[in-house]
């Protein structure tokens, strides 16, 4: 169990410009997390996939940013046309579906700063 | 909807003394709560969870919680801390009703423990 890895741990990008995240599960985990933390405030969830399937997006989730599990291993997160908004802390969790509750496994996260 | 309030954004305690961190929540169905732990440049842990059942449950590090489901709060608690307990605090639920995913959390805005010599 190596734990949760997200890359880059920082990213600095002028408005305007497309970032790319990238988070590696633990490896037999088949749920896969990404929620947005801005200063002050806690984790709001983002999106969610099971394998390769993303099964739910929230609202938060403007059509400038995508998600994908191309093999239900590794995730990326894109954001088109950056704005000063978006930046914030952008974590990933990953579990093992199945019981009656999940345990969430988080990485440290991506600091994203948008200038 | 759901809706977590942590009513402390900080709390200054000196080594040795008991703490309270306080949580209030809001939700029409029922859910589980949970309370995680942040240190610097560390990713989110689990302390503790309350899923059913006995409403004083017990996490790592001597933390505990109680549920009190009239009063919709699950306050943390520590008889004694220490140094290594400053961090930043989150109390969160889930309610997996309607389909959703167990892992789909809303978080409070977190309180900073800080724990002084």
């Known amino acids: 169990d190596t734990g949760v890895s997200q890359n880059p741990r920082h990213k600095i990008t002028k408005r305007g410009q497309n970032v790319t995240f990238r988070c590696d599960p633990i490896?037999?985990?088949?749920?896969l997390y990404w929620y947005r933390q801005t200063l002050g405030q806690g984790p709001e969830f983002l999106t969610y996939f099971q394998n390769e399937a993303q099964l739910e997006k929230s609202r938060l989730l403007s059509d400038r940013f995508s998600a994908e599990r191309p093999k239900g291993s590794f995730s990326t997160l894109e954001i088109q046309r950056t704005e000063q908004g978006d930046s914030a802390m952008y974590l990933c969790a990953s579990s093992l579906e199945g019981g009656v509750w999940e345990k969430l496994f988080f990485g440290s996260g991506t600091q994203l700063s948008v200038l | 909807a759901q809706s977590v309030t942590q009513l402390d954004s900080q709390v200054p305690v000196f080594e040795e003394a008991p703490v309270e961190l306080r949580c209030n929540y809001s939700s029409s169905v029922s859910v589980y709560l949970f309370w995680y732990v942040q240190y610097p440049n560390q990713g989110l842990q689990l302390l503790l969870k309350?899923?059913?059942?006995?409403?004083l449950v017990k996490g790592i590090n001597g933390f505990e919680a109680e549920f009190n489901k009239s009063q919709t709060s699950f306050h943390l608690r520590k008889p004694s801390v220490h140094i290594s307990d400053t961090a930043e605090y989150f109390c969160?639920?889930?309610?997996?009703?309607?389909?959703?995913?167990?892992?789909?959390?809303?978080f409070g805005q977190g309180t900073i423990l800080t724990v002084h010599p």
């Open positions: 309350y899923l059913s059942g006995s409403t």
């Open positions: 490896s037999e985990h088949n749920r």
């Open positions: 969160a639920v889930s309610s997996p009703a309607g389909g959703t995913s167990y892992g789909k959390l809303t």
